[in-house]
């Protein structure tokens, strides 16, 4: 086969797989507006202000993701009751997840994780670092 054709061929193949490898990055993304779960809850930011939310994601995903030790725990929203928020470091702030079997633990989360959630009147947002609890309905 000739370079050329071969060139051709390439292109081709290129040209035909170019639409696929685009949408790889949207497929299993987390959508906020419509997350897998419908979890409700009322956040409290650092001045008191209490704000009702529904599909409340972190991050983005219906889970706390936090630093315990040298790992990383992932605790599913079906088992927390409360998170209580406190001031840790620089970058992080202490998360106090309180669970639904009566337990506690902590884990640091960093104070840039978004927090979001739908009120009546729109889209509500808030970063950890902000946040003083979050009470699930």
């Known amino acids: 086969m000739r370079p050329a054709h071969r060139q051709l061929i390439s292109i081709g193949i290129l040209l035909a797989t170019t639409p696929l490898l685009l949408a790889m ?21 650092r001045d008191g202000v209490k704000v009702a939310v529904t599909r409340m994601t972190i991050g983005g995903n219906v889970q706390l993701e936090g630093d315990m030790g040298r790992g990383t725990l992932h605790i599913s929203f079906d088992n927390i009751r409360s998170v209580d ?3 840790d470091a620089h970058d992080y702030s202490k998360a106090t997840v309180h669970l639904k079997s009566g337990e506690a633990v ?10 979001y959630g739908q009120t009546d009147v729109g889209a509500y947002q808030v970063r950890a670092r902000d946040l003083q609890n979050i009470a699930f309905s």
């Not at 299993?28 to 507006?33: A, I, P, Q, R, V």
């Not at 902590?106 to 927090?115: A, G, H, I």
């Open 25 to 45: 990055g949207t497929t299993g993304g987390n959508d906020l507006s419509n997350p897998v779960r419908d979890y409700h809850a009322t956040l409290t930011d």
């Open 106 to 115: 902590t884990v640091r989360v960093r104070n840039s994780l978004m927090v």
């Open 85 to 87: 928020f406190s001031p």
